[in-house]
T-cell receptor, first 112, second 113 residues
Framework: DQQVKQNSPSLSVQEGRISILNCDYT??????FLWYKKYPAEGPTFLIS?????DKNEDGRFTVFLNKSAKHLSLHIVPSQPGDSAVYFC???????????FGSGTQLTVLP | ETGVTQSPTHLIKTRGQQVTLRCSSQ?????VSWYQQALGQGPQFIFQ???????GRGNFPPRFSGLQFPNYSSELNVNALELDDSALYLC????????????FGNGTRLTVT
């Protein structure tokens, strides 16, 4: 049973446009959500997070939106740059457990 | 600031053998977690260590075991290797129990033949 789902395995976007990556979850106990970016041959790198008490968190070009009623979160990247091309993972945790449950990832390709 | 380092980077083992993977935490981090990432999937939580004690475990059999040392470095041991154990093994460190983000190493690619 996949508790965190990223239904789009891949996404292509033109440089300068907005990239929107989506993530759905089923476990209502999740209260902390993160996005990680992964380049080939490297470990995942933390991008941005959001607590369930918020519905939006912004850091530079990256904004994460959380819709608790829909159990849905999204990552917006604007403007997209070729260096953003990577696999993006959505992850969630419950309470203080620190155990992250990851989605299967979305390969983002930003075309120059 | 030294990041999370893992060794070796690649490893090939035969089914039934045992393997030990090593991880050095990021400077100042006292919590270490291990994840298994199979091809085409997201990382799956194996277990976490805090102050040298196991502090949470995912859905992995007992043949997956670990250690954390006083300097917060860690080992992942897998006994009786199976073909399905072939994966990228990621170590991540963080500080304390709060929601500080995990910092991942580049992983060890294990192939079981």
């Amino acid at each position: 049973d996949q508790q965190v789902k990223q239904n789009s395995p891949s996404l292509s976007v033109q440089e300068g446009r907005i990239s929107i990556l989506n993530c759905d979850y089923t476990n209502s106990m999740f209260d902390y959500f993160l996005w990680y970016k992964k380049y080939p041959a490297e470990g995942p790198t933390f991008l941005i997070s959001i607590s369930s008490i918020k519905d939006k968190n912004e850091d530079g070009r990256f904004t994460v939106f959380l819709n608790k009623s829909a159990k849905h979160l999204s990552l917006h990247i604007v403007p997209s740059q070729p260096g953003d091309s990577a696999v993006y993972f959505c992850a969630a945790s419950a309470g203080s457990a620190r155990q992250l449950t990851f989605g299967s990832g979305t390969q983002l390709t930003v075309l120059p | 600031e030294t990041g999370v380092t893992q060794s070796p980077t690649h490893l090939i083992k035969t089914r039934g053998q045992q393997v030990t993977l090593r991880c050095s935490s990021q400077s100042g981090h006292n919590t270490v977690s291990w994840y298994q990432q199979a091809l085409g999937q997201g990382p799956q939580f194996i277990f976490q260590y805090y102050r040298e004690e196991e502090n949470g475990r995912g859905n992995f059999p007992p043949r997956f075991s670990g250690l954390q040392f006083p300097n917060y470095s860690s080992e992942l041991n897998v006994n009786a290797l199976e073909l399905d154990d072939s994966a990228l093994y990621l170590c991540a460190s963080s500080w304390g129990h709060n929601n500080s983000p995990l910092h991942f190493g580049n992983g060890t690619r294990l192939t079981v033949t």
